[in-house]
Nanobody, 123 residues
Framework: QVQLVESGGGSVQSGGSLRLSCAAS????????MAWFRKGHEGVAAIDSD???HYGDSVKGRFTISRDNAKSTLYLQMNNLTPEDTAMYVC?????????????????????WGRGTRVTVSS
C-alpha cells in the first residue's frame, strides 16, 4: 500500500553531516506516522500522530527529523556524525496511531519499510 525509497546516504568523516530523505508513494493520504531506524530496528527519530518529534538517546541534539507532507517526504538531518552512527538507515511508516516516544520508536509498530540507505562515518 505504501512504498518508501530512501536516499542521501554516503561516506563522511567524523564530525561531518548528511541529510537523508525518504519519499513515500502509493496510498499516502494519511494520516500516518513516519520514522527512521537503523538496521536492526533501533529507533533513531520519529514524528508521531500529534506531530511531536522523538529521538533515540544516542542522537539527541545531533539529528533533526522533519517532513514535507505535500511531497510525502521525510527527512533526517544528521550533524556531528561519529563512527558509531555508521549503519543502514531505514525509513518506516504506519497508519497506526502512535502518540509517544516509546511507541513511535518501536519498530514492531511499523508496517511499511524502505530498502535503506547506507551511512559510513570514518574516524
Amino acid at each position: 500500500q505504501v512504498q518508501l525509497v530512501e536516499s542521501g546516504g554516503g561516506s563522511v568523516q567524523s564530525g561531518g553531516s548528511l541529510r537523508l530523505s525518504c519519499a513515500a508513494s502509493g496510498d499516502t493520504s494519511g494520516p500516518y506516522v513516519m520514522a527512521w531506524f537503523r538496521k536492526g530496528h533501533e529507533g533513531v527519530a520519529a514524528i508521531d500522530s500529534d506531530g511531536d518529534l522523538h529521538y533515540g538517546d544516542s542522537v539527541k541534539g545531533r539529528f533533526t527529523i522533519s517532513r514535507d507532507n505535500a511531497k510525502s517526504t521525510l527527512y533526517l538531518q544528521m550533524n556531528n556524525l561519529t563512527p558509531e552512527d555508521t549503519a543502514m538507515y531505514v525509513c518506516a511508516a504506519t497508519y497506526r496511531l502512535l502518540y509517544d516516544a516509546r511507541a513511535s520508536l518501536d519498530g514492531s509498530e511499523y508496517n511499511y519499510w524502505g530498502r535503506g540507505t547506507r551511512v559510513t562515518v570514518s574516524s
